[in-house]
């Protein structure tokens, strides 16, 4: 897709744009929740940066890894990210390990963090799908416009899914509107007395695991390792990882409200 603005030596996309303000917006919400249960501003901040860089980093070399074919002969295409080719899955691996580390050095809760950060991860994911949207990626298969007109969706995103002549299958619409949901579940659930700490990266985990097996099964730019869905394989790990999670933190009981904080 053509920039929005074009300065020759800089151009700026909406997709560049739309992944800013998720960040931007993901990020607000956790260091406001973190703040609230104690914890300096400043430690949050720079726990985001760290974890947002390497998780941006990530999800590009995640996405080049499974692209390698086409990449080894357009390298200098590594660095064009405004063109799409971030993996969510990649960005959240790379942005837990980061978060771990430090979580470790500080003697910091990992999983009480990680519930003030999936609250904002989750809403930064419904915003940011919206780029794939405007770049006209993470589509399903090829439809008919009396189809998408049977869904009753706005004219705009109508034709935003005719893409070379064939109108497809809104998936990032999905994927958007199923994690703005799990954001709005989140923060309902997250004031509730019987709340342990680690029940919402639990529910996170195995939320936006349900709905990316499923999406991804309809999805044509999928990363492929062998004849498999790399993405679907990755979200069953999450279900997997979101129950055990959930078990630990039953068993260990540690109320959500009360947290540590002074970090």
Known sequence: MKPIIDLGIIS????????FVAILIGSNLAIKEAKRHGYEEDFVVNLLFLGVILGIIGARIYYVIFNFDYYKYNLIEIFKV????????GGIIAGFITIAIICYKKKVNLLRILDYLVVGLIIAQAIGRWGNFFNGEAHGPATTLAYLEGLHLPQFIIDGMNIGGNYY???FLYESVWCLIGFIVMIILRRRKFMKIGYLTSFYLVWYGIERFYVEGMRTDSLMFLTLKVAQIVSLCMIVIGFIVF??????KIKYEGGEGNA
Request: charge should be positive; glycine fraction near 8%; aromatic fraction near 20%.
């Open 247 to 252: 078990i630990y933190s039953f068993r260990k």
């Open 169 to 171: 299958i809104p998936t």
């Open 82 to 89: 405004w063109n799409g080719g971030l993996a969510i899955h």
């Open 12 to 19: 700026i996309h909406w997709y560049s744009i739309i992944i």
